[in-house]
């Protein structure tokens, strides 16, 4: 079983449409979790970090369940600026990031 | 603030030849980290300094692999010999903190 496991999509959504991203993860004691965003043959960007209480930001909500090992990204009112693929991290504390293959996003005029 | 930076973006070796990817963390990171990303699969660690020690090496695939990171600042991390496999992104991350960490534009090491 993967560590951090992904739908690879592509998600192929219209502009202003809302779309939900999941994850779930095998190491129950991951003790951080991310949300990275990774555009073709860049780097991968830190864009948010996922708290129990969960977190917004802008049109961003991150959600982590975990009793269930899930972690969610909720993005409102897409943009074509948001077609990227998306990476579910987690971090058992000790510094090393275990990623997800992630997730495309393709959002269409 | 400059960024993570690595050298060179690209590299084309054949099976048996030496290569060796630069990293400049940001300035004043002492923590330092790289990763590989092979074509399919996830980016995985390889291995984390904290200053010019080496933190956590249990992502290194094999002895093949050796990072240096003398004086603490700049790290190199060099692939003797090259094998097909070792092909793919190698990408360098730096942080001040353990959790956030910014990555460079990596290199694309292609082994023919």
């Known amino acids: 079983r993967k560590e951090v496991e992904q739908d690879p999509g592509p998600f192929n959504v219209p502009e202003g449409a809302t779309v939900a991203f999941n994850c779930t993860y095998s190491?129950?004691?991951?003790?951080?979790f991310f949300w990275y965003r990774q555009d073709c043959r860049k780097e991968p960007k830190l864009l948010m970090s996922?708290?129990?209480s969960g977190n917004e930001d802008g049109r961003f909500t991150a959600q982590l369940n975990r009793a269930s090992q899930y972690i969610s990204l909720l993005i409102r009112d897409s943009k074509l600026s948001d077609s990227a693929t998306y990476l579910c991290?987690?971090?058992?504390?000790?510094?090393?990031?275990?990623f997800g293959k992630g997730t495309m996003l393709l959002v269409s005029p | 603030e400059a960024g993570v930076t690595q050298f060179p973006s690209h590299s084309v070796i054949e099976k048996g030849q030496t290569v060796t990817l630069r990293c400049d963390p940001i300035?004043?990171?002492?923590?330092l980290y790289w990763y590989r990303r092979v074509m399919g699969k996830e980016i995985k660690f390889l291995l984390h300094?904290?200053?010019?020690?080496?933190?956590?090496e249990s992502g290194m695939p094999n002895n093949r692999f050796l990072a240096e990171r003398t004086g603490g600042t700049y790290s190199t991390l060099k692939v003797q010999p090259a094998e097909l496999e070792d092909s793919g992104v190698y990408f360098c991350?730096?942080?001040?903190?353990?959790?956030?960490?910014?990555f460079g534009p990596g290199t694309r090491l292609t082994v023919t």
């Open positions: 190491n129950s004691a991951s003790q951080s």
């Open positions: 991290v987690v971090s058992s504390g000790y510094s090393t990031l275990t």
């Open positions: 991350a730096s942080s001040l903190q353990s959790y956030e960490q910014y």
């Open positions: 300035s004043g990171h002492d923590n």
């Open positions: 300094f904290v200053k010019e020690s080496k933190q956590d």
């Open positions: 996922v708290y129990s």
